[in-house]
């Protein structure tokens, strides 16, 4: 793998990453998951949306 090819392999897995982020930010809209009567599989994939955008952030910042 040289350096161009691993640089088109980041940037699709950023991009695949940030389509995640997109799809469970839409699932997620209106849901407070701070509530405590959100339910265990809610809290887990706002974590995981969580996660993915500070990803995407930290990758377009060039951290």
Known sequence: M?????GEQISKAI????????????Q??????????SDPETRRLADLHDRASRVVTAY???C
Not at 28 to 37: E, F
């Open 2 to 6: 040289n350096f161009n090819e691993a």
């Open 15 to 26: 991009l695949s990453l940030t389509a995640v982020r997109d799809t469970l930010g839409k």
């Open 60 to 62: 377009h910042k060039g």
């Open 28 to 37: 997620l809209c209106g849901v407070d998951k701070r509530q405590p009567s």
